[in-house]
């Protein structure tokens, strides 16, 4: 990492070559800036906090996907929650409401300190439900995959045996805790550390949590769900993927939501061995986009902030502390460090 004379005051980090496997500091750079005047209809906005999450690592591959590569030596983006500082003319947010000076907003111009963007790009905050920063992660887009991903695309039934993976992460513990309150009868989680498991038995409701790192992922969900899972929601891939497949039960959904595990490999991963299963068992394996599912914000928000605003569903943060901090947070997420919801504090 390194660091670019500039404006102090306002900064932004840059992607400066693509990583090659986990990604180093020299991959990145701070850099001073200065903001460009307001037009009518934008805001400049102060951020207070930043999202790092799993995609982005994707995204420092110069690849085709479903979301356009970070360019080099341009700034990076995602999802920030900040204050109205300035606003200029009639802004408006994406919901047709006046701006004003102090509102606390939700946008995408992330990864720096400022920002200057059209009104219509940011969203005002509901903060009678939750936090600003729970807009981030259980109330933002790591919670709508969930509930996207656990009710449409697993077609998640009452009832249901569930498994998820990464499931003290961000998506994870919403997804189990949505399964326990709609009528799951099994709930299962995966995560790395005794003190994960425990938070997610002890504090998120889950009936079993499998430490992965202590024993392989087949044999600990053959013992935490021995009659088999009707829906599997894969945030992780590799071995955790063909252990599900195993453990799945006739008719089965898998829900591919991410692939943690291989997003720093430089080669593909090997497949799952067992992909055969598939026949037999008549399973469904289907990959989302949680972009692909926005019409089920309304009710989402309605139903997970209900649950949030009463203490039904509980959400843990993992809060960096400073702009400088942003990569570490970023390097620490890919490798657990995060207990919950990761985000960096300006
Ligand atoms: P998390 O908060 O779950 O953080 C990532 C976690 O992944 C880490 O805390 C770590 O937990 C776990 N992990 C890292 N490496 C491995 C590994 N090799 N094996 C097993 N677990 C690993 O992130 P999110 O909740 O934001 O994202 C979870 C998943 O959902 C990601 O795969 C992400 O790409 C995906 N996603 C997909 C979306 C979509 O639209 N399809 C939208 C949003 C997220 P531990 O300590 O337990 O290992």
Same mark, same amino acid.
């Given at each position: 990492?390194?660091? %670019? ?5 306002? %900064? ?12 180093v ?33 994707? %995204? ?13 030596g ?23 409401r006046r701006?004003?000076?102090?509102d ?28 600003a ?28 045996r ?22 799951a ?18 504090e ?7 430490d992965?790192?202590a024993?392989?992922i ?10 088999g ?7 992780v ?12 039960? %006739? ?6 939501c991410?692939m ?29 986009l ?19 605003r009463?203490?039904?569903?509980v ?12 990569v ?19």
């Amino acid at each position: 990492m390194s660091s %670019r004379a500039g404006s102090q005051a306002y %900064r932004e980090w840059h992607l400066v070559r693509r990583p090659q496997g986990e990604p180093v500091s020299d991959d990145f750079e701070l850099v001073g800036v200065r903001l460009p005047g307001l037009d009518d209809g934008e805001v400049l906005v102060r951020n207070t906090f930043l999202s790092v999450d799993p995609y982005m690592r994707g %995204r420092m591959n110069d690849v085709k996907s479903y979301i356009a590569p970070f360019q080099l030596g341009a700034p990076m983006d995602g999802g920030a929650v900040g204050v109205v500082e300035r606003v200029s003319g009639d802004a408006v947010d994406s919901t047709d409401r006046r701006l004003r000076e102090g509102d606390l907003v939700l946008h995408n111009a992330g990864w720096r300190t400022h920002a200057v963007l059209p009104g219509r790009a940011t969203r005002v905050i509901d903060t009678s439900l939750a936090p600003a920063n729970a807009w981030l992660g259980v109330l933002g887009m790591p919670g709508l995959t969930a509930y996207a991903g656990l009710l449409r695309v697993g077609e998640f039934r009452s009832g249901d045996r569930v498994f998820v993976s990464a499931a003290a992460g961000a998506v994870g513990s919403v997804v189990g805790q949505l399964a326990r309150i709609k009528g799951a009868s099994l709930v299962v989680g995966s995560a790395g550390g005794p003190d994960k498991v425990s938070w997610l038995v002890d504090e998120a409701g889950f009936d079993v949590a499998v430490d992965y790192k202590a024993e392989p992922i087949a044999s600990g969900l053959l013992r935490a769900a021995p009659d088999g899972i009707d829906v599997y929601f894969d945030n992780v891939g590799g071995d955790h993927l063909e252990a599900a497949i195993g453990s799945m039960r %006739r008719g089965g959904h898998v829900a591919v939501c991410g692939m943690i595990s291989s997003y720093n490999d430089t080669e593909p991963p090997p497949g799952p061995r067992n992909l055969g299963m598939l026949i037999g068992k008549r399973l469904t394996i289907r990959g989302f986009l949680v972009n692909d599912h926005a019409d089920l914000r309304p009710q989402f928000e309605q139903e997970v902030g209900t649950w949030v605003r009463d203490g039904r569903m509980v959400f843990r943060e993992t809060v960096v502390e400073g702009m400088e901090q942003t990569v570490d947070a970023l390097q620490s997420l890919l490798s657990g460090g995060n207990t919950g919801k990761m985000l960096v504090r300006l």
